[in-house]
Structures are given as structure tokens and as C-alpha cells.
């Protein structure tokens, strides 16, 4: 069972930045690709950026490339999303998730947390 706890969201002027937190175990730190999505009110959840285990380079969706950065923490067991220069667009429900991709399994979820960027 692949246990993900996010922290971070919260409310944020536009131009600001916020950093989301996702701690997970050991265990699956080490083995599973870790991700952020997110899901706008009235829309899909779109996928935010990811990072392997393995250490290839992150990617991200194209709408946050240069103002988003996703890293690990080793020592933590945490994987972070550090958001800056955020626009009103960026407004959702962020999920943290993770993926065995040796064993092809589906993305587990977090619970969300909120992030509102105001004009």
C-alpha cells in the first residue's frame, strides 16, 4: 500500500510562489517514480511533472516549464514541487502520486491540497 502525505497548498497572490510537500516510506521512495497532477475546478486532472527514482531528468507539462521544479529529497523520503512566478491558471487541487514503472503499475494517489493563486 503506497502511502503519500502532501502538505504546502494554501492561498497566494499572483507573481508568488508556494513549495508542495509529499512524504512518503522508504520503501516505495526508492522504487517508484513520484509525480504531481492537478485538477481544476470544472476541468480533468492534468498531468504537472514527474521524476524517476532512477535518475533521469524530471519533466513537466509545457504550461509550467521554467516556473515549476519538481525534486527529491533523499534523506526525507519527499518529493517536493516548488511553484513560482504562479498565475491564476495554476489555480487546483494538486496530487501528489507515485508509480512502480519496472512492475507498470497505475499512479497511487495523495489527498490534495488546495492551491489558489489570486489575482
Known amino acids: 500500500q503506497v502511502q503519500l502525505v502532501e502538505s504546502g497548498g494554501g492561498l497566494v497572490q499572483a507573481g508568488g510562489s508556494l513549495r508542495l510537500s509529499c512524504a512518503t516510506s522508504q520503501r516505495t521512495f526508492s522504487t517508484h517514480a513520484m509525480g504531481w497532477f492537478r485538477q481544476a475546478p470544472g476541468k480533468d486532472r492534468e498531468f504537472v511533472a514527474a521524476v524517476s527514482s532512477t535518475g533521469e531528468p524530471p519533466y513537466y507539462t509545457d504550461s509550467v516549464k521554467g516556473r515549476f521544479t519538481i525534486f527529491r529529497a533523499n534523506t526525507r523520503n519527499t518529493v517536493y514541487l516548488q511553484m513560482n512566478n504562479l498565475k491564476t491558471e495554476d489555480t487546483a487541487v494538486y496530487y501528489c502520486?507515485?508509480?512502480?514503472?519496472?512492475?507498470?503499475?497505475?499512479?497511487?494517489w495523495g489527498q490534495g491540497t488546495q492551491v489558489t493563486v489570486s489575482s
Open positions: 502520486a507515485a508509480r512502480d514503472v519496472s512492475l507498470s503499475t497505475d499512479w497511487s
